[in-house]
T-cell receptor, first 109, second 115 residues
């Protein structure tokens, strides 16, 4: 079993749709969590950190469920520019990062 | 936010040659940098953790003698792929950790093609 698992998709949604991605992790000692966005052949860029209380940034909402060991990312009112691969990243207290394989989103007109 | 500059962005080399990739933190000091490689449609795999002034820590299965890491200053880490082979062709990315909530800042990546 992978340490961090994501549904690879692809998710194909129309503009304006709401889409949610989930990510599960196996290491219960994981301390911090992030969602990154990666465009084709580009470096990953931090989208948002994920806090236990849940956090929102515009159209993006991230949530963490420590008991079930999963994090989620919700995108509302999808835009064409949201098309990308979304990477779930889990860090241990020792600072080691483990990346999920990513979920590919394509938003269509 | 902070910037990590990575060079070259793209390199093509012949089998058997060595390639050096540089990663610089431009406006902050990075005592620790991380080197990843990424195969097509796969996620980033941590290769090694580069510590300023000391030896790098390699992940299991990564050959130390093949992937030489040097972190001689607080702003520069280098990865040298020695005696490159076609199977080393990949996307290599470095990153440096910043204080919360910034997470990791990544270099722009280097696409290595060994022919």
């Amino acid at each position: 079993r992978k340490e961090v698992e994501q549904d690879p998709g692809p998710f194909n949604v129309p503009e304006g749709a709401t889409v949610a991605f989930n990510c599960t992790y196996s290491n219960s000692a994981s301390q911090s969590f992030f969602w990154y966005r990666q465009d084709c052949r580009k470096e990953p860029k931090l989208l948002m950190s994920v806090y236990s209380s849940g956090n929102e940034d515009g159209r993006f909402t991230a949530q963490l469920n420590r008991a079930s060991q999963y994090i989620s990312l919700l995108i509302r009112d999808s835009k064409l520019s949201d098309s990308a691969t979304y990477l779930c990243v889990v860090n241990t207290n020792a600072g080691k990062s483990t990346f999920g394989d990513g979920t590919t989103l394509t938003v269509k007109p | 936010g902070a910037v990590v500059s990575q060079h070259p962005s793209r390199v093509i080399c012949k089998s058997g040659t060595s390639v050096k990739i540089e990663c610089r933190s431009l406006d902050f000091q990075a005592t620790t940098m991380f080197w990843y490689r990424q195969f097509p449609k796969k996620s980033l795999m941590l290769m090694a953790t580069s510590n300023e002034g000391s030896k790098a820590t390699y992940e299991q299965g990564v050959e130390k003698d093949k992937f030489l890491i040097n972190h001689a200053s607080l702003t520069l880490s280098t990865l040298t792929v020695t005696s490159a082979h076609p199977e080393d062709s990949s996307f290599y990315i470095c990153s440096a950790k910043q204080a919360a909530p910034y997470g990791y800042t990544f270099g722009s990546g280097t696409r290595l093609t060994v022919v």
